[in-house]
């Protein structure tokens, strides 16, 4: 298990596999930008940007009105949180893995993450000698 923020490494050259690959995805706006529907989107390293590996769209539960104990200057907060997981996840090349919400015309990068091999000259704990 990893947890990943700058890079995942491999000491091989692409393709590169892992059995099981969590994505946790945390998406927020007010309640009032919201007016188209929401779709996630994962890109893996090679994919073009009108056909990502993975589109999902992310459904909204009914929203009322304005509840009447919130002040003048609180806002609702819509919140998603999505989990995806590949199993397994194969990348063909190095890249980016990216993450990115859209609604209407509008995208929300929600990250990104570099998957490479190891470059000779850096020195990894577990995958040098």
């Known amino acids: 298990m990893g947890v990943y923020q700058a890079d995942i490494l491999f000491p091989s050259p692409a393709p590169f596999s892992v059995p099981k690959f969590g994505i ?5 706006e007010t309640i009032d930008s919201r007016t188209d529907d929401l ?19 992310v459904p909204r539960p009914e929203i009322g009105p304005r509840p009447p104990d919130l002040e003048e200057d609180q806002e609702r907060i819509f919140a ?12 063909t090349k190095e890249g980016y893995i990216k993450v990115r919400m859209f609604r209407g015309d509008i995208v929300t990068n929600l990250g990104s993450l570099k998957v ?13 000698a």
Not at 80 to 91: D, E, G, Y
Not at 117 to 125: A, G, V, Y
């Open 80 to 91: 998603a949180t999505v989990p995806i997981m590949f199993a397994p996840l194969i990348v």
């Open 116 to 128: 490479r091999q190891i470059r000779p000259d850096e020195k990894i704990l577990g995958f040098n």
């Open 39 to 57: 779709s996630l989107r994962v890109y893996l390293p090679g994919d073009q940007k009108d056909a990502p590996t993975l589109t999902m769209p």
């Open 24 to 28: 946790l995805v945390k998406y927020y």
